[in-house]
């Protein structure tokens, strides 16, 4: 499993708009992405923790693989 980089919120919505997520509401600095049935809440931080983006990437049904391939 690759190693998950140290991004910024805004920079994980970014990747996961490029896998076909879209922004579907927002309240305060949490950002809630959506793609058909799957969805997940993104935090608008200077620098995301490791364990907020991991569980971003679980909530949204893809693979740490996929998002870090996309990132790139």
Do not use: W
């Amino acid at each position: 499993m690759p190693e998950l980089p140290r991004i910024s919120g805004d920079k994980a919505i970014k990747t996961f708009k490029k896998l076909g997520f879209y922004q579907a509401r927002q309240k305060g600095s949490h950002v809630v992405m959506r793609r058909n049935d799957k969805g997940c809440v993104i935090p608008r931080h200077k620098e995301l923790a490791f364990g907020t983006l991991r569980s971003a990437i679980r909530q949204a049904g893809i693979t740490v693989e996929e998002f870090v391939k996309a990132m790139k």
